[in-house]
């Protein structure tokens, strides 16, 4: 979560916004001390809805990844459930079986196989899950290198420097050199041939990202399991394969199913994946799989006594609502296979209709077309000098939309480009409108006889990857 820090006492107070419904209209409240007498729940509400008026509009943010739009039944369902604490499995044991029933019906879409029975729990998200992740990889790898009598002092995680960045937070938190093999000329995320040179004795994992948040590709994950095979067979060093598939876990089983990325590859002993991205469920749930019991080692698990029944738990927190937990399964079996598969894949298409129609426009280029995730990112021609990618995401907010522009990492870094993330609640419709504002937006770029006007870079960027 981001950090605040304390404010220094300020004269400056609300004043409610519907004076209409107290008693003394001469009311104020401090806005960064607890008030002495409250104000009742209408006023409450009324103030604080008013003032979210000036967030944007959530269908129109095409910066997030994670859900903004959910049936109507699924968001009473979440409201009717939010008591429930999804640690206290002994009170409420049908919200457990149902969170089990989750994580089996995951396994199953990444094809664990039955005779290894795979494990799993759900997180708060895909970067909780990551770092449980990473944390059976290094104490596996430790386990390992202390049977062996090596030294366990240097551990180190593979990844692309495209990488999303509870990574490296997991890396720092948990005291693990972190290698980001950077960008190079037109390869923006990692491949096998890097993932295996950056590779030694003390790596504990590869993580391999199935849908980069740059530009929405796959890295290549059958053959940097197949090239890790080989640094095995030819060197003896043993590297598992974590896939990072906070995205693309639930989007390649169900409109790129001929793609191996799964367990299917034995090389592959975990999996994360973001159930409020493209599993379709407002913030706040993520999964974590591992192949087998052997991937999750037994000390990382803790059997918690709890209001008088026992669970095995692996977890970075404690209590957290059941509610996003019951809404994913939820949407698994409103829709089922046929019905995700339907989501996604209008979402892929109104992806790919806006990439081709951007493509079309004169003086952009695509980076990616929205054909792995349905996501994509475009940049502006050498030849455009008047304007930037920051300029045309400043215009396009001027309509409403939330299109982020920003720099790719070290090594591209002189890249910036505009990324645009298509989700459950985007149509045709509302595209074909985004595409006529930006071309109207664009051809007052285009008719400029000069440079915009470039204020100061950081008050510039309105978005940071």
């Known amino acids: ?9 300020s004269t400056h107070h609300h004043r409610p916004a519907a004076p ?34 000036l967030d944007g509009q959530a269908r129109l943010n095409l910066a997030t990844f ?18 429930k604490n999804m640690i206290d499995k002994d009170e409420y044991p049908q919200t457990a079986e149902i969170e089990a029933r989750c994580v089996n019906i995951i396994a199953d879409l ?13 997180t708060t998200g895909s970067s909780e899950a990551a770092m449980l992740s990473g944390l059976a990889l290094k104490w596996r790898w430790r386990e390992r290198r202390r049977a062996a009598g090596k030294s366990t002092d240097k551990p180190n995680l593979v990844t692309g420097s495209n990488v999303q960045v509870c990574w490296e937070k997991f890396c720092r938190y948990w005291d693990v050199e972190p290698r980001l093999v950077p960008m190079e000329g037109n390869r923006y995320h990692l491949n096998a041939e890097e993932a295996v040179k950056h590779c030694d004795e003390n790596t504990i994992g590869v993580v391999a990202v199935l849908g980069s948040t740059f530009d929405g590709s796959y890295e290549p994950v059958k053959e940097i399991a197949a090239a890790l095979d080989t640094l095995e067979s030819d060197k003896g060093c043993d590297v598992p394969l974590h896939v990072d598939g906070a995205s693309g876990g639930f989007v390649a089983p169900f409109i790129q199913p001929e793609l191996e990325w799964d367990f299917q590859l034995p090389r592959v002993q975990s999996i994360n994946a973001s159930g409020h991205k493209y599993g379709l469920v407002y913030p706040g749930v993520g999964w974590a799989i591992w192949r087998n019991a052997e991937a999750l080692p037994k000390d990382l698990i803790f059997d918690v006594n709890y209001l008088g029944g026992h669970m ?19 949407m698994f079996t409103s829709l089922g296979r046929t019905g995700y598969t339907r989501v996604i894949q209008t979402a892929q298409d109104v992806a790919m209709h806006l990439s081709n129609g951007i493509s079309e426009m004169g003086p952009y280029e695509l980076i990616s077309d929205g054909s792995e995730l349905p996501v ?12 930037t990618v920051y300029d045309v995401s400043d215009r396009l907010r001027q309509h409403g939309w939330l299109v982020p522009a920003y720099a790719f990492p070290e090594n591209r870094q002189d890249l910036s480009v505009l990324r645009i993330v298509v989700r459950a609640g ?10 006529e504002h930006l071309e109207k937006i664009t051809g007052f770029l285009e008719s400029l006889d000069g440079p915009f006007p470039a204020p100061d870079p950081k008050v510039r960027q309105a978005f940071a990857h």
């Open 1 to 9: 979560m981001g950090l605040s820090q304390q404010r220094s006492r």
């Open 20 to 53: 209409v419904h107290l008693q003394d209209p001469d009311l104020e409240m401090p806005a960064h001390q607890l008030t002495e007498n409250g104000v009742g729940g209408d006023m409450a509400y009324e103030l604080i809805s008013s003032e979210l008026l």
């Open 66 to 83: 994670v859900t903004t739009w959910m049936p109507s039944l699924a968001a009473r369902l979440m409201a009717d459930t939010a008591d």
């Open 110 to 122: 990444w094809n664990s196989p039955a005779s290894e029975r795979a494990t799993g729990c759900s």
């Open 312 to 330: 095995p738990t692996f977890a970075l927190n404690f209590s957290r609502p059941g509610s996003e937990v019951l809404a994913q399964y939820f």
């Open 376 to 387: 994509f990112a475009f940049t502006l021609k050498p030849e455009v000098k008047n304007y």
């Open 426 to 435: 985007m149509n045709l419709d509302m595209a074909d409108l985004l595409l």
